[in-house]
């Protein structure tokens, strides 16, 4: 009886497996046998052109200790840092500009849509090889940004993209400029906000400053959450505009070292690719770490609206 029952539960549920067959081929084929792959390389020294080699948890060791036989590796702990600092900065900014855009979006002005568009082109082109090759060229010495610094200022700025205390922050710019994404979404919130409560604000003499703070940051409390989780995924895993910009070194002095770009030089550049599925695997787990306790925080910072 229950082999009959489940005959017919396959018959009557066939074209939702066969139309699922190429999500799960991708799945396995494609993301579940290369991670599988790749936590076993972490334990290995491989370098393409011969077989793996067992070396345990040496490439962590070199990673975060060392001794004289292997020394730590310090340049992998300067692109922690490196990427750490730019996360850091450029995703609070990011979403603080997103959001003053957004809330200027909202307001009932003419062609309102164009300039909808025209702000969330950045988020379309910024990540190109394009756009950092233009970026490279905007903060050269020679460039268009220190051409108008002389011009209007009669100043003697810095080559800013040669120049180790500046060149990261022409990156952190560069991300802060794509902030279209986060701006659509934060747009989309602003819009669910009932404007009662701002009319009840302001009947009770709350200005705007005080009904910023009261009524629009609480209501958008899931968004900003939303948007802060997404931006920090992604800020972590920023490749090319730094590969671009510093030409494929994180330079100048490894200024513009980050995570990503030392993993690529470490897997395709010195073929240590052992080493660099080593270093992909520590990247998510930090990725874990922080998001995990960005929730853990969330709890008392976010509303729903439904005393949670």
């Not at 334990?43 to 020394?71: C, D, H, S």
């Not at 309102?112 to 970026?135: D, H, N, Q």
């Not at 959450?225 to 671009?244: H, K, P, R």
Request: proline letters at 5%; a positive charge; hydrophobic letters at 50%.
């Amino acid at each position: 009886m229950n082999s009959k029952r489940t005959i017919k539960l396959i018959r009557e549920n066939f074209s939702s497996y066969f139309f699922l067959t190429p999500w799960l081929v991708g799945f396995f084929v494609l993301t579940l046998y290369p991670m599988g792959y790749s936590l076993f390389l972490s334990f290995t020294q491989y370098n393409i052109l011969q077989p793996p080699k067992w070396v345990g948890l040496r490439n962590l060791f070199v990673m975060f200790v060392g001794n004289a036989e292997y020394p730590r590796d310090t340049r992998f702990l300067n692109s922690l840092f490196v990427t750490f600092r730019f996360v850091f900065i450029s995703v609070p900014l990011k979403l603080i500009f997103a959001l003053a855009v957004a809330m200027l979006m909202n307001q009932k002005l003419r062609l309102i849509p164009f300039y909808r568009t025209i702000y969330y082109i950045p988020t379309l082109l910024g990540g190109s090889v394009a756009i950092a090759v233009l970026w490279r060229r905007l903060f050269a010495a020679d460039g268009v940004v220190n051409a108008i610094l002389r011009a209007a200022f009669d100043a003697n700025p810095p080559a800013w993209i040669s120049n180790p205390k500046y060149a990261l922050y022409t990156l952190i710019l560069l991300a802060v400029w794509q902030f279209g994404s986060p701006m659509i979404i934060f747009l989309a919130g602003l819009k669910q906000i009932p404007q009662e409560y701002y009319e009840a604000a302001s009947v009770d003499g709350a200005g705007k400053v005080r009904q910023f703070f009261s009524i629009t940051l609480p209501s958008l409390s899931p968004i900003i959450f939303f948007n802060l989780v997404m931006q920090m995924i992604s800020a972590f895993q920023s490749f090319t505009q730094a590969f671009i910009v510093s030409g494929g070194q994180g330079g100048p002095l490894d200024s513009t070292m980050f995570y990503s770009l030392y993993l690529y030089m470490k897997g395709f550049a010195f073929y240590e690719m052992g080493y660099a599925s080593a270093m992909a695997w520590i990247l998510l787990i930090i990725i874990a770490v922080l998001t995990a306790l960005t929730f853990r925080l969330s709890g008392s910072l976010v509303s729903y609206g439904s005393g949670e």
